[in-house]
């Protein structure tokens, strides 16, 4: 039998020291209202999995993906007017 223990070190040899630094939690902060609108896009598709889509539930994906359609061009409006570029 071939032992793998040594193998293990490699991948855990450097645990992550002290968590995400200022810049990080900017990013993550301004991302924020798209991955909300990601996650309600996912909880509305999850209720339809498993059912016919009735003109409700039609209606509820429609919303949910303009949600995340519009957070995703409000993030990259944001973006481009501080970094200088046109969006």
Known sequence: MKNI???QAVVTA???VGG???AELDAIEA???V???EVE???VQISV???PVTELGAGRLRRARRKVLAA???LLNRTATQTGGAA
Do not use: G, K, Y
């Open 14 to 16: 450097n645990p992550p």
């Open 5 to 7: 223990a040594a193998l």
């Open 72 to 74: 995703r061009r409000d």
């Open 35 to 37: 991955i909300s609108a």
């Open 49 to 51: 999995l498993d059912q």
């Open 20 to 22: 995400p630094t200022d």
């Open 31 to 33: 991302e924020m209202p």
């Open 41 to 43: 896009l996912l909880d």
